[in-house]
């Protein structure tokens, strides 16, 4: 069964840094797939925080989140994180991990190209 599992969410204040984890289940989690953070606030659509490319590796970052959030991958534990630092109240968003075995860097930033998805982590950013 394949199964994203995402834990690290919580409430920080302005400033505060978290690490959102997503352990990978069911399958291998390789350079060979795609992986994406993705977040939604209430009343606005899901937005994409930053990608890694399956074709040659690339990443993305969200002009809001650059120099501040940082994606990376770690195979041997199948697992994916999201280091997040000098968080603001406008980064406040049900935070959600994705990842595909095949998504190209032109289109990694749509989530609708991705079929396997976490729950979901509530990160609130509040003084």
């Known amino acids: 069964q394949v199964q994203l599992v995402e834990s690290g969410g919580g409430t920080v204040q302005p400033g505060g840094s978290l690490r959102l984890s997503c352990a990978a289940s069911g399958f291998t989690l390789d350079s060979y797939y795609a992986i994406g953070w993705f977040r939604q606030a209430p009343g606005k659509e899901r937005e994409a925080v930053s990608c890694?490319?399956?074709?040659?590796?690339?990443?993305y970052y969200a002009d809001s989140v650059k120099g501040r959030f940082t994606i990376s991958r770690d195979n041997a534990k199948n697992t994916m994180y999201l280091q997040m630092n000098s968080l603001k109240p406008e980064d406040t968003a049900v935070y959600y991990c994705?990842?595909?075995?095949?998504?190209?860097?032109?289109?990694?930033?749509?989530?609708?190209?991705?079929?396997?998805w976490g729950q979901g982590t509530q990160v609130t950013v509040s003084s």
């Open positions: 994705a990842a595909d075995p095949w998504i190209p860097t032109a289109t990694m930033r749509s989530w609708k190209e991705y079929d396997y």
């Open positions: 890694i490319s399956s074709n040659d590796g690339s990443k």
